[in-house]
């Protein structure tokens, strides 16, 4: 089991900045992927950014590109979210996940990861 907890939302104008961090505990070495969704009301669960397990590749969201960057600390066993540009749109809660290690097209979509943060709340305010 890997345990997922999400932290650094809150609520920004847009333009700004936040950075949300996911600590992950447990038997992380079964779950090395790491990503970020998230969903806005009404919404599917939207991809937005993932991390290989040795952290020297990831991929993102064709909505969060060049705005968004994804790194880990494996030392830490944390990853982390940077947001800048921030647009009311951003608006959503966002999820941590973690998964097995993975190079199928599975990593941009839900079921690639198995365990899942509780999520923490991203209000870009207009």
């Known amino acids: 089991q890997v345990q997922l907890e999400e932290s650094g939302g809150g609520l920004v104008q847009a333009g700004g900045s936040l950075r949300l961090s996911c600590a992950a505990s447990?038997?992380?070495?079964?779950?090395?992927?790491m990503g970020w969704f998230r969903q806005a009301p009404g919404k599917e669960r939207e991809f937005v950014a993932t991390?290989?397990?040795?952290?020297?590749?990831?991929g993102y969201g064709d909505s969060v590109k060049g705005r968004f960057t994804i790194s880990r600390d494996n030392a830490k066993n944390t990853v982390y979210l940077q947001m800048n540009s921030l647009e009311p749109g951003d608006t959503a809660v966002y999820y941590c996940?973690?998964?097995?290690?993975?190079?199928?097209?599975?990593?941009?979509?839900?079921?690639?990861?198995?365990?899942w943060g509780r999520g923490t709340q991203v209000t870009v305010s207009s």
């Open positions: 996940a973690a998964g097995p290690k993975s190079l199928t097209q599975a990593i941009l979509t839900p079921r690639g990861y198995s365990y």
């Open positions: 447990g038997h992380t070495r079964s779950a090395c992927l």
């Open positions: 991390i290989l397990c040795g952290g020297g590749n990831a």
